[in-house]
């Protein structure tokens, strides 16, 4: 992935958004990595795989005998949040 400075970032701003509907761009301050910018697309389908492995592990967990019945917003944000550490634990 390409990168470019925070400072460059501001002052070639139209040329990122045309680089970006290309491919990804780390902006970085100070030499360190701060963001990537990407195109809409490219967002869209890293929240659509993010999606297929949240339903993955779902489905995966009720194969395993392991589901529970979420009666409120309360029991489903806590339902998720425990599925997202679940998912980063594993990446780490």
Do not use: C, W
């Amino acid at each position: 992935m390409k990168s470019i400075s925070s400072t460059e970032a501001q002052n070639r701003f139209g040329e990122l958004i045309e680089k970006v509907q290309r491919e990804p761009m780390t902006i970085s301050r100070k030499g360190r990595p701060v963001m990537v910018m990407m195109s809409i697309h490219d967002y869209e389908a890293v929240n659509l795989a993010r999606l297929r492995a949240h339903a993955a592990e779902g489905e995966a967990a009720i194969e395993r005998g392991e589901f529970t019945t979420i009666r409120n917003e309360e029991e489903s944000h806590a339902f998720f949040e425990k599925i997202k550490t679940k998912n980063r634990d594993k990446k780490a």
